[in-house]
């Protein structure tokens, strides 16, 4: 037979009592007080022992509180310095996207430059294909003048030569004979 559970010195937290259900107390016949301690005793200690868990429970998800505390604070100096992130990144997208529009604009107005200067260009190149025409045609005129001044040239050098025979004649002979041989000569000239 087994002692009274007042006998034992059950007050260790962690060790239960003697009794583990209380099955065992209807096989034996107690006096009514001694079944009505043990039940007490046996509640008692179970509510001390779901109260040590619960307090276990509470240290525990105090821990776990305590460290979500301070990765939310982690998390929030974290997210200030995303914030802070952001807003740098956002000044710089608006300064490039100033500078993109500056350079559109800069793209344009080159653009604008080229085509005027390609407008100028081919004004300049039907000027010059002009003059390039014009110098061609004075050249050819220039070089027709020049065979005019040669035959003219010739013309007054037989002209002086036919003078001198004429006044060496006196004009009677050498006229006639002097417009037999300048009549080619002129005829040439009007021609050309």
Known sequence: ??????????????????????????????????FAKIRSDYAIYNSVRSLDRTAD???????????????????????????GEKEGLQREFGEVRGEKDGLQRELIDAREESELLLLQLHQVQEELEYYFLENQRKEEKLH?????????????????????????????????????????????LQRS
Do not use: T
């Not at 059950?10 to 099955?23: A, E, I, M, R």
């Not at 429970?57 to 200030?80: F, M, N, T, V």
């Not at 025979?165 to 037999?180: H, K, T």
């Open 1 to 34: 037979m087994l002692p009274h559970p007042e006998d034992i010195v059950f007050n260790v937290q962690s060790l239960p009592p003697l009794h583990l259900n209380v099955n065992w107390l209807f096989d034996c016949k107690y006096p009514k007080e001694s």
């Open 57 to 83: 429970r509470a240290k525990a998800i105090d821990i776990e509180l305590e460290s979500l505390r301070e990765e939310k604070e982690g998390l929030q100096k974290e997210l200030g310095e995303v914030r």
């Open 144 to 188: 027709g003048l020049r065979g005019q001044r040669e035959v003219l040239l010739r013309m007054l050098r037989l002209h002086g030569r036919f003078q001198q025979r004429f006044l060496a004649l006196d004009g009677r002979i050498a006229l006639p004979s002097l417009r037999r041989q300048l009549m080619p000569w002129w005829q040439r």
